[in-house]
């Protein structure tokens, strides 16, 4: 089984910071990795698809890169809006999501 | 508009049976996979395994196989997810959720339904 493995668990950063997570693949996947960001008490949302593919009405603060067993989510500039769990999903077969990452402010 | 909407929360106590429901509407029910997705109190999401209500094709995680059934209603476009003999551990929120490409499981969950919040408990 493909694992999936996030970095920080938990982060707080000021308003206006560019933030950085990290997802690893234990194994290969390509591209196909998802970023999902919930909210308090809400439904996942979907952020990134294919690594680095803004889904509609997305804010362009989000970013995604990388392909293979390392990827990363960036928001450019931290806004209060923002604080949230966010989870990587790879979905090139069984579609397993990281741990999540909790992002607050500071 | 793409909606899936769950039915509602259940308290149920240790060695009951509970079948919920997803119901998809603004779109070809039958043309996309869904998903169901566990998220314990406090913690993250696991994906438990995906139908395509186009023929009822299932896929359970390794983690998941056993201990639930997935099925489907296409004619009223409806997910189901169901157990036979609930355990304290069970107790969670599960979603469903919609794949985004027609027809392919090779792809992230674009549209989730709203949650419904299974409690176990004697």
């Known amino acids: 089984d493909i694992q999936m493995t996030q970095s920080p668990s938990s982060l707080s950063a000021s308003v206006g910071d560019r933030v950085t997570i990290t997802c690893r693949a234990s194994q290969g996947i390509s591209n196909y990795l998802a970023w999902y960001q919930q909210k308090p008490g809400k439904v996942p949302k979907l952020l990134i698809y294919?690594?680095?593919t803004l889904q509609s009405g997305v804010p362009s603060r989000f970013s995604g890169s990388g392909s293979g067993t390392d990827f990363t989510l960036t928001i450019s500039s931290l806004q209060p809006e923002d604080v949230a769990t966010y989870y990587c999903q790879k979905y090139n077969s069984e579609g397993t999501f990281g741990q999540g990452t909790k992002v607050e402010i500071k | 508009e793409v909606q899936l909407v769950q039915s509602g929360a259940e308290v149920k106590k240790p060695g009951e049976s509970l079948k919920i429901s997803c119901k998809g509407s603004g779109y070809s029910f039958t043309s996309y996979w869904i998903g169901w997705v566990r998220q314990m109190p406090g913690k993250g999401l696991e994906w438990m395994g995906i139908?395509?209500?186009?023929?009822?094709?299932?896929r359970y995680s390794p983690s998941f196989q056993g201990q639930v059934t997935i099925s489907a209603d296409k004619s009223i476009s409806t997910a189901y997810l169901q157990w036979s003999s609930l355990k304290a551990s069970d107790t969670a929120m599960y979603y469903c959720a919609r794949f985004r490409r027609p027809k392919s499981t090779v792809t992230s969950f674009d549209y989730w339904g709203q949650g419904t919040l299974v409690t176990v408990s004697s």
């Open positions: 139908i395509y209500p186009g023929d009822s094709d299932t």
């Open positions: 294919a690594a680095s």
